[in-house]
């Protein structure tokens, strides 16, 4: 890639894993969820490889826990109990960070996340994964957090240090695969400034080309103001 500034904070909503399986032939979505979050590990290469520190990624909405069937959601409760915590584990990189009500995950996802979190605690990189994350729900906590602590409250920097996630909060770019010009609630405080680039692709078919196209859209930005 040419010289360009890089985000120092990349959010991704890894939307469309339900429509690349349709599309794919796939009767159930349960494979485009399971590619999807296998190809986190690639999109960890890639930051690294781009000089980007912090990543936070949409994993798992707390309305999707409510709305989506028994079966979809279990699977992915399974991908959160083996897939995506091993493949951070791996990366030798990244420190992982959680952010969301663990509460509305099952005992044995809530307990590997817990462990993966201390496991991989120092690392230099920081991967923040928003699991049965609601962005008012952030918001209030970190609010309530802030009074718990005897800070004030009505203070902007002080709400913004008590949000869950890795040590930098503010985020400099998001992307959002499949075509949808909406953040569905991701990090509503957190993303106040980012700039937004929206693939047509859908998260599993997403290449190192377009996260790359990505980058460059967010430097030509940045250049221009």
Known sequence: MS?????????????????????????????????????????????????????????LSADNIRKRSATEVQYLFDLLTGTLPDLVMRSREWSLHVAGDLALLPGEARTVLTSAVRDTAGRPRHLT????????????????????????????????????????????????????????????????????????KAWPAFAREDFEAALRMYGDRVASQ
Not at 37 to 49: I, R, Y
Not at 171 to 185: A, M
């Open 3 to 59: 010289e360009t500034a890089v985000p120092t904070h990349l959010g991704v909503v890894m939307d469309g894993n339900r429509r690349w399986a349709r599309a794919a032939g796939h009767a159930s979505a349960s494979a485009g969820h399971r590619v999807g979050a296998q190809h986190v590990e690639d999109l960890l290469g890639w930051c690294a490889e781009a000089g980007i520190e912090h990543l936070t990624t949409y994993v």
């Open 129 to 200: 994964m928003a699991i049965a994350y609601d962005g008012r729900a952030d918001i209030v906590d970190a609010v309530r957090a802030a009074i718990r602590a005897g800070h004030d409250a009505t203070d902007p920097a002080v709400i913004t240090g008590h949000l869950g996630g890795g040590p930098r909060k503010e985020v400099d770019l998001v992307i959002r695969t499949s075509g949808e010009h909406r953040l569905s609630g991701f990090l509503p405080w957190q993303t106040a400034h980012a700039e937004v680039v929206v693939s047509d």
